[in-house]
């Protein structure tokens, strides 16, 4: 049973516009998530988090936005650059610490020129 | 920033062999460590959790006779598939963290592992 949703396997955004990607959990225990960057042979590296007690967390291009309501969040990146093209994973855990995360399987961004 | 040194990235062996993974924190100890498995098209799945100087404990659903983890310093853990079978061909992944948060997890580049 996947608890965490990235329904969309790839997304085409042309440069300079927004990129939105979305993610949905089932499990209503999770209150920390995080979104990860792959690139190509690459492990994937943090980009930003979000606790269940804010809505919106800001870092730069990157906003994410939880609806705990609706459990969902997204991953909105303005404007896009031909550097955002990876795979961006949503995850989620039971808690801020180190913990083993649910992860989505991804979405493949691809930033068109 | 902080590296994790996964190796090999890829191996590929015949079928009822053992292959052992490494995972390595360079400029950081670790006492935790992080095993994932993804299929094609799925996602990152959690395996087990590996602690430094004891067991480690597995997902549900993990033969842990089968997946065998040592941790045996804060900068190496070890995952050894043991009577590797083609439907064990999965892309393995490491994660560690100098810290206590998941922001601060790090992941090796991982290990595709093909058993014919």
């Known amino acids: 049973d996947q608890q965490v949703k990235q329904n969309s396997p790839s997304l085409s955004v042309q440069e300079g516009r927004i990129s939105i990607l979305n993610c949905d959990y089932t499990?209503?225990?999770?209150?920390?998530f995080l979104w990860y960057k792959k690139y190509p042979a690459e492990g994937p590296t943090f980009l930003i988090s979000i606790s269940s007690i804010k809505d919106k967390n800001e870092d730069g291009r990157f906003t994410v936005f939880l609806n705990k309501s609706a459990k969902h969040l997204s991953l909105h990146i303005v404007p896009s650059q031909p550097g955002d093209s990876a795979v961006y994973f949503c995850a989620a855990s039971l808690g801020g610490g180190a913990d083993g995360l649910t992860f989505g399987k991804g979405t493949h961004l691809i930033i068109q020129p | 920033g902080a590296v994790v040194s996964q190796h090999p990235s890829r191996v590929i062996c015949k079928s009822g062999t053992s292959v052992k993974i490494e995972c390595r924190s360079l400029d950081f100890q670790a006492t935790t460590m992080f095993w994932y498995r993804q299929f094609p098209k799925q996602s990152l799945m959690l395996m087990a959790t590996?602690?430094?100087?004891?067991?480690?404990?597995?997902e549900q659903g993990v033969e842990k006779d089968k997946f065998l983890i040592n941790h045996a310093s804060l900068t190496l853990s070890t995952l050894t598939v043991t009577s590797a079978h083609p439907e064990d061909s999965s892309f393995y992944i490491c994660?560690?963290?100098?810290?206590?948060?998941?922001?601060?997890?790090?992941f090796g580049s991982g290990t595709q592992l093909s058993v014919l």
């Open positions: 994660s560690a963290s100098p810290g206590s948060t998941n922001e601060k997890l790090f």
């Open positions: 590996s602690n430094e100087g004891s067991k480690a404990t597995y």
């Open positions: 499990n209503s225990m999770f209150d920390y």
